[in-house]
């Protein structure tokens, strides 16, 4: 195979899916420039074992299974109790977002403050289900979960995300 191909399918994936890919990151880590990082990290990754790519799931499902993987690395790597620390002050902020100009809400805000300090399957699962809306099949294929995995992990971490955000004092009728 030509070094060109796997480069320009890359480049191709870059454009179609980095801002998707850079929000998930962001979602489970909240450090901005960490989550640029990790994104860059993942096309790499991508681009070297281009060959592995069998096209079994969409290529968005297996840049997603690798942007997971360079994370859990990233966080593996960091002392527990720091990335702990950092974890509860570092949740998406109301700064500018090269993508998007947006700021959240204050209940957006809190729901992310309550779902960084789940545990981490309960986060990932909640993300790719309900904020980045992939199907079960699909989050199962990102996760090497069974869908039945994936439904019962998603009940449970909803039942936690709400208990976090009522014993942070958040109140509302759809919690």
């Known amino acids: 195979m030509s070094e060109e191909l796997p480069k320009q399918k890359v480049q191709e994936w870059y454009e179609k899916h980095s801002d998707e890919i850079y929000r998930f990151i962001l979602l489970m880590i909240g450090?901005?420039?960490?989550?640029?990082?990790?994104?860059?990290?993942?096309f790499l990754k991508a681009y070297l074992y281009f060959d592995q790519f069998q096209g079994i799931t969409s290529d968005k499902n297996w840049l997603y299974k690798i942007a997971r993987n360079v994370t859990v690395d990233y966080i593996r790597k960091k002392k527990p109790i720091r990335f702990m620390l950092e974890s509860v002050?570092?949740?998406?902020?109301?700064?500018?977002?090269?993508?998007?100009?947006?700021?959240?809400?204050?209940?957006?805000?809190?729901?992310?403050?309550?779902?960084?300090?789940?545990?981490?399957?309960?986060?990932?699962?909640?993300?790719?289900?309900?904020?980045?809306?992939?199907?079960?099949?699909?989050?199962?294929?990102?996760?090497?979960?069974?869908?039945?995995?994936?439904?019962?992990?998603?009940?449970?971490?909803?039942?936690?995300?709400?208990?976090?955000?009522?014993?942070?004092?958040?109140?509302?009728?759809?919690?």
């Open 89 to 175: 002050a570092a949740i998406p902020s109301n700064e500018h977002c090269p993508e998007k100009v947006t700021e959240l809400g204050e209940s957006e805000e809190q729901l992310y403050r309550s779902l960084r300090k789940l545990k981490r399957s309960y986060q990932e699962v909640i993300i790719l289900r309900k904020i980045k809306e992939l199907s079960i099949q699909e989050t199962a294929e990102v996760l090497d979960w069974k869908e039945s995995k994936v439904k019962t992990t998603l009940f449970r971490g909803l039942a936690a995300l709400k208990k976090q955000m009522v014993k942070e004092g958040y109140t509302h009728e759809t919690i």
């Open 31 to 42: 450090d901005h420039d960490q989550a640029k990082d990790l994104t860059h990290d993942t």
